[in-house]
């Protein structure tokens, strides 16, 4: 752990280029969510050459399917943590690339091919607690808008949140192309043999 | 007085709720003895939020994951308890009606038309898995398996030749595989059989219904499973993957006895966030949460 920052979105490409894996960030601004649906959804209406209904560039995309409830006309976020980010791992680097997002967040790491748009774009991924759900609805301050709720349901859907002071979030591939995660499940995979192999 | 359907509908409404909103304090207490000789500082964050989450969901009364699970109910049902049959469809509706209380995220998707229910109950959810017992009385263990820590799940047919070693092997594979995806510290279920599916039933008893800390019966497997966790702890994977000493809280082992020509080892992980809550209720329609929970 080596820097702790507090961002606003939307960011620069100052903002994510200075920092680093293991770096800390709390995000304050503007950010949206996009699970394995809407990734789909938003890449086909850009492919199309049709206009998002918000605009995407310099937010965070968090991966997540919230629990929400309906209170007097207002949206309440009940629970809202990370899910498993790796199922994006085939379109992010096209979703970074065509939508100009700064940071993505979520949990689980990502691969090779997120870490190259990042490097080629400038954009970070990083790591909000697995399952620390009510932690994160806390700093989601506001519903601004939700898209394609009817089609793809409450969990699919885009949600547009305010949040403050989200985190803490743990920057695992940086600007650089450099991912945290690979060393220490490279180093995960020699430790497994090893055990084997004391074995028999 | 007989039980009604109403009060059989009530209580599992309120283990349900329980289990979504309340962790169990043998889990709480082993993720805070991982906090506490957790020397790596971004994994000690995490498990602060970890923990600091947990406390905030049983104060609030709310989910502690947002992904709220797909519901199973293990059941231990009295050859005379009142309502056999029924329990199904009455567990059914609890699923739907906490769905709304709590509330629960909606997550019985057809897989093939792609359609969301809405309500958590769909075809064949929620699963099942009930046993007859002498008595009056029903016993259920409702538990809300996350999809993260089910993604990962493993089964190998392994060859009975290679004995013990297809356990090791598979155990570890899978573990240094799922890496920081199922939200570890996880719980490990590993299960050995004669047949595939019992493996995989078994591996999910083992992770999901035994506390932290509780060791097999039998001495040699109850070794093995303590030295599996020291195993799977020094793969250094740590707290949602970002290293460190504590991969896993526990990890529990249960068999069958194999067929000679068969020796299925099946995998299955909980993340720590395990949403567990046990009760009984009586053919008068007593009730009781007898698990004990955090209060927040």
């Not at chain 1, 800390?24 to 209904?53: C, M, Q």
């Not at chain 2, 089910?150 to 089964?155: D, G, M, Q, V, Y």
Request: hydrophobic share 40%; with cysteine; glycine share 8%.
């Amino acid at each position: 752990m080596t820097n702790v920052y507090h961002l606003r979105t939307p960011l620069s490409e100052k903002d994510v280029r200075k920092l680093r894996v293991g770096d800390t960030v709390y995000l304050s601004g503007l950010i949206f969510t996009a699970r394995d649906a809407a990734h789909r959804k938003i890449l086909d209406l850009i492919n199309h050459g049709e206009k998002l209904p918000f605009d995407p560039r310099g937010l965070a995309v968090y991966h997540v399917g919230p629990v929400v409830r309906r209170k007097n006309g207002e949206w309440e976020v009940i629970a809202a943590g990370p899910t498993t980010s790796a199922r994006l791992e085939p379109v992010e680097h096209e979703f970074i690339a065509k939508t100009g997002v700064r940071m993505i967040i979520g949990k689980g790491g990502m691969g090779a091919k997120t870490a190259e748009a990042c490097k080629k774009y400038g954009a970070v991924y990083a790591v909000f607690t697995g399952g620390a759900a009510v932690l994160a609805a806390q700093a989601i301050k506001r519903v601004v808008d939700v898209y394609w709720l009817d089609e793809l349901g409450i969990p699919e859907a885009v949600w547009l949140f305010e949040v403050e002071e989200f985190g803490p979030l743990t920057v695992t591939i940086d600007a650089t192309g450099k991912n945290l995660y690979d060393e220490i499940l490279e180093r995960a995979k020699r430790k497994a043999q090893e055990i084997l192999s004391r074995l028999s | 007085m007989t039980l009604s359907p109403e009060e059989l509908k009530n209580f599992l409404i309120e283990l349900i709720r329980t289990a979504e909103t309340r962790l169990p304090v043998d889990v709480y207490e082993a993720l805070k003895q991982a906090y506490e000789v957790e020397d790596n500082p971004i994994a000690k964050q995490h498990l602060g939020a970890i923990l600091r989450n947990s406390e905030l969901a049983a104060k609030l009364g709310k989910p502690i994951c947002q992904d709220t699970g797909t519901p199973v109910f293990y059941a231990e049902m009295g050859a005379d308890f009142p309502l056999r049959s029924e329990f199904y469809d009455i567990a059914r509706e609890a699923v739907r009606e906490a769905t709304k209380l709590v509330p629960l995220r909606p997550n019985a998707v057809d897989p093939f038309k792609k359609k969301n229910t809405g309500d958590n109950t769909g075809r064949f959810v929620p699963w099942f898995e009930v046993e007859i017992v002498p008595g009056s009385d029903l016993k259920v263990t409702f538990v809300a398996k996350g999809g993260g820590s089910e993604a990962p799940s493993t089964l190998r047919m392994g060859l009975p030749i290679r004995g013990v070693r297809n356990v090791w092997e598979t155990v570890l594979q899978a573990i240094v595989e799922a890496g920081p995806k199922p939200c570890p510290p996880v719980i490990v279920g590993v299960g050995v059989a004669a047949l595939s599916d019992q493996a995989m039933a078994l591996a999910k008893r083992a992770a999901l219904l035994r506390p932290i800390g509780d060791r097999h019966p039998d001495p040699e497997i109850a070794r093995l499973e303590e030295e599996m966790l020291k195993a799977v702890n020094e793969l250094g994977i740590g707290v949602h993957g970002f290293g460190g000493k504590v991969t896993a809280l526990d990890l529990h082992i249960e068999y069958a006895h194999r067929h000679p020509a068969t020796y299925a080892v099946a995998v299955a992980t909980n993340c720590w966030a395990m949403r567990r809550a046990t009760g009984y209720i009586t053919s008068e329609g007593k009730w009781e949460i007898i698990s004990k929970h955090i209060t927040g």
